[in-house]
């Protein structure tokens, strides 16, 4: 569980510093979204839901193939949440 709570620690660092340093106040939205999405994450694992984690990862997988974030903020955003969801979604912890 450990390693998934550090994985969730360092997307939504990157998210975060993305969302603040944005120049783009239309995608403002999109990162306070991701940023609600990684709190629910983060209560799934801390109660050990895993498998509900794992639904919210997969619908926010969606929401970054069909959103664009714009600018060096918003790859770097991308790029985190993809090596997040990895790291989720190849857990079988419980």
Excluded at 5 to 24: F, I, K, M, N, P
Excluded at 25 to 51: K, M, N, P, Q, W
Aim: with cysteine; proline share 0%; hydrophobic share 40%.
């Amino acid at each position: 569980m450990s390693q998934l709570l550090d994985a969730l620690a360092g997307y939504v660092e990157v998210l975060s510093r993305s969302a603040h340093t944005t120049t783009r106040a239309e995608d403002r939205s999109t990162y306070t979204g991701h940023l609600a999405a990684a709190a629910e994450i983060f209560v799934c694992l801390h109660s050990g839901h895993l498998s509900q984690a794992k639904k919210i990862v997969s619908n926010q997988r969606h929401a970054y193939g069909w959103g664009y974030l714009s600018g060096d903020e918003g790859s770097a955003a991308t790029t985190a949440f993809d090596r997040f969801a990895k790291v989720v979604e190849s857990s079988n912890a419980v």
